[in-house]
T-cell receptor, first 110, second 114 residues
Framework: LAKTTQPISMDSYEGQEVNITCSHNNIATNDYITWYQQFPSQGPRFIIQGYKTKVTNEVASLFIPADRKSSTLSLPRVSLSDTAVYYCLVLPSGNTPLVFGKGTRLSVIA | ETGVTQTPRHLVMGMTNKKSLKCEQHLGHNAMYWYKQSAKKPLELMFVYSLEERVENNSVPSRFSPECPNSSHLFLHLHTLQPEDSALYLC?????????????FGPGTRLTVT
């Protein structure tokens, strides 16, 4: 099971672009990378998933370099409502369940 | 609204009480999960059910007893809990119990054990 490492916390001002990088050095060939977002006192929700290069949706972009040993979640022009914990997860193949780490606590300041 | 509902949203119980948490998913999923989230700690997977059969039990104390009568409903029966069991209990569902499938979480039940 690939271990992930991401910053414990980050601060940002409103309107800035925020990049959260996650390292997963022992990612396996068939593993996907996914990110979840959790607001206070709520369950996590899926944001984005990718395998390599770049994926973009209405919420965020995910950049994965060729060696796939890291990934960067990019949130464009954050607002106060983006204050949350962001989890990077590597999805193993087979029957292994998801394992959430501590995530990155993003605080957006006015 | 994720399609996963949990009741009650808040629960205060004494250590000698017996209570149950309920989860219902309206997504037609085959897998359901219970997670525990204590303050300042990562989510801890407690139980996984696939098509009403338990496929994962992460060394959870027997004072927590899950029940999955059908693929849409999941219960967590609680008895003789300890104060350290106070936490946010989250239910989730997914199309399949393998990690590749996106999980949809409910709003959680905030449990306080006094």
């Amino acid at each position: 099971l690939a271990k992930t490492t991401q910053p414990i916390s980050m601060d940002s001002y409103e309107g800035q672009e925020v990049n959260i990088t996650c390292s997963h050095n022992n990612i396996a060939t068939n593993d996907y990378i996914t990110w979840y977002q959790q607001f206070p006192s709520q369950g996590p929700r899926f944001i984005i998933q990718g395998y390599k290069t770049k994926v973009t949706n209405e919420v965020a972009s995910l950049f994965i370099p060729a060696d796939r040993k890291s990934s960067t979640l990019s949130l464009p022009r954050v607002s106060l409502s983006d204050t949350a914990v962001y989890y990077c997860l590597v999805l193993p193949s087979g029957n292994t369940p998801l394992v959430f780490g501590k995530g990155t606590r993003l605080s957006v300041i006015a | 609204e994720t399609g996963v509902t949990q009741t009650p949203r808040h629960l205060v119980m004494g250590m000698t009480n017996k209570k149950s948490l309920k989860c219902e998913q309206h997504l037609g999923h085959n897998a359901m999960y219970w997670y525990k989230q204590s303050a300042k700690k990562p989510l801890e997977l407690m139980f996984v059910y696939s098509l009403e059969e338990r496929v994962e039990n992460n060394s959870v104390p027997s004072r927590f007893s899950p029940e999955c009568p059908n693929s849409s409903h999941l219960f967590l029966h609680l008895h003789t809990l300890q104060p350290e069991d106070s936490a946010l209990y989250l239910c989730a569902s997914s199309q399949d119990h393998r990690a590749q499938y996106e999980q949809y979480f409910g709003p959680g039940t905030r449990l306080t054990v006094t």
